[in-house]
């Protein structure tokens, strides 16, 4: 596995923007495909968006797409999320995560096997 911190998170008004940044351990960073997800207050964990390990062929949940971007630096071993227009329903704890090798390229979570403790990203009204 691959340990992974988050970081960037905080409080936000609507409108507004973040940039969230998740550093990687290990030396084959450039391999993994990463993928951001986020968990509000009583709902469950949801995905947000991957970025291979070209930095090509994006996908982006449909409630975030327009508004955020996922991106990545191989040569600093990090992975990024963009977030403009702010709303307060993207209240939640953001997640990075990596999809375990070998595994095709997917939205579902459980295909992912290391994750970051999170970083809390509050939009206030």
């Known amino acids: 596995q691959v340990q992974l911190v988050e970081s960037g998170g905080g409080l936000v008004q609507a409108g507004g923007s973040l940039r969230l940044s998740c550093t990687a351990s290990g030396r084959t960073f450039s391999m993994y495909t990463m993928g951001w997800f986020r968990q509000a207050p009583g709902k469950e964990r949801e995905f947000i968006a991957y970025?291979?390990?070209?930095?090509?062929?994006?996908v982006y949940a449909d409630s975030v797409k327009g508004r955020f971007t996922i991106s990545r630096d191989n040569a600093k071993n990090t992975v990024s999320l963009q977030m403009n227009s702010l709303k307060p329903e993207d209240t939640a704890v953001y997640y990075c995560a990596r999809l375990r090798p070998g595994s095709t390229y997917t939205r579902d979570l459980l295909r992912y096997d290391s994750w970051g403790q999170g970083t809390q990203v509050t939009v206030s009204s």
């Open positions: 970025i291979p390990w070209s930095g090509s062929s994006t």
